[in-house]
């Protein structure tokens, strides 16, 4: 059976619309809508280029299609037909494009098109029963293959992504790291100049004091003598 329907836009993840009833029968049902949130994330980051695949995940299987930059995704039980569920959301792809064609590039808000649960859960009924002559019909259909749509498990996928967000962290880190790093041997070195130079200007300025002191002493000590004199002979004439 159908047991959760999403749509969303590829290029940044954005949930467009969603079976409103979905999930409800299902135990860990917030678990799996986050597992396809994380698969949207992914798409969106370009780690996945199948146009249609399943992904396995616990008892049930996620089946999507992308076409015009957008996601149709379906979790089906594991024993519910592969065909048929592709051939569900082509149903739900080609009305959902239709209805809302022209504002799919413009759309900000999430769930900007949740009016179409309506179309979901109508499609839904006449795919829950495989025994059904119109779905005995469209499994028969030898013009719908399936078989070449690839099977991955969900850890597979998921963990593709989280690889390749771990690399682009780790390069970041180590870029900060090694600015970090650059920055304590700057430190150093300046810290290593500072030890190897400062007693050479200990010694230039207690040289220079010495200098200027003696220079000073000289300098009061002739200026003494010139009035000692000049009182001198002031006092003889």
Known sequence: MVKVTMIARVTDGLPLAEGLDDGRDVKDAEMYKQQVKALFKNLASGHNDASRMSVETGP??????????????????????????????????????????AQIETAARPYAFIKFDTFIQKTKKLYQDTRTQRNIAKLNDELYEVHQIMTRNVQEVLGVGEKLDQVSQMSSRLTSESRIYADKARDLNRQALIRKWAPVAIVLGVVFLLFWSVACVRGTSQTFEASYWGLDTHMKA
């Open 60 to 101: 049930y299987v996620f089946h999507y299609i992308i076409e015009g930059r957008i996601c149709y995704l379906t979790m089906c039980d594991r024993s519910y037909p592969k065909k048929l569920a592709f051939q569900y959301l082509e149903d739900l792809k080609n009305e959902f494009e239709r209805v809302n064609g």
